[in-house]
C-alpha cells in the first residue's frame, strides 16, 4: 500500500492551492484520511481529517479556509486551501487509516509535499 501526494507548489498570500493524495495497492477499506503539515522547527500537527462517512474536521487555524475531501471509487482524499497565509507554510503529509486486509489495519503516510506562501 503507497500514498502518494501532489499538488504544493509556491504561491502569493491570499491565493489557493489544492492537495491531492492517491492510495494504491491491496486495499479491502480506507478508514479514516487525513491531511498533517509540519513547518520547520515545529512539530507535526493534524490540519484536517474525514471520517469513510464524511465527517470532517479542522484545525482551528485552518478552518474556514480549508477544505477537505474525499473520493472512495477513486481511493483519493484531496484538501483545498484557500485563502493561504504565509504561517502555511510547511510540508503536507497525507495520511490514512487503512485495512490491506481484513484482519489487518495500519495508519500510512505520504511522502509529503511543500507548500510555500510568500508573503
Known amino acids: 500500500v503507497q500514498l502518494q501526494a501532489s499538488g504544493g507548489g509556491l504561491v502569493q498570500a491570499g491565493g489557493s492551492l489544492i492537495l491531492s493524495c492517491a492510495a494504491s495497492?491491496?486495499?479491502?477499506?480506507?478508514?479514516?484520511m487525513a491531511w498533517y503539515r509540519q513547518a520547520p522547527g515545529k512539530q507535526r500537527e493534524l490540519v484536517a481529517m474525514i471520517t469513510s462517512g464524511g465527517y470532517t474536521n479542522y484545525a482551528d487555524s485552518v478552518k474556514g479556509r480549508f477544505t477537505i475531501s474525499r473520493d472512495n471509487a477513486k481511493r483519493m482524499e484531496f484538501l483545498q486551501m484557500n485563502s493561504l497565509k504565509p504561517e502555511d507554510t510547511a510540508v503536507y503529509y497525507c495520511?490514512?487509516?487503512?485495512?490491506?486486509?481484513?484482519?489487518?489495519?495500519?495508519?500510512?503516510w505520504g511522502q509529503g509535499t511543500q507548500v510555500t506562501v510568500s508573503s
Open positions: 495497492g491491496s486495499i479491502v477499506r480506507i478508514n479514516n
Open positions: 495520511n490514512a487509516v487503512i485495512q490491506p486486509s481484513r484482519a489487518y489495519i495500519q495508519d500510512y
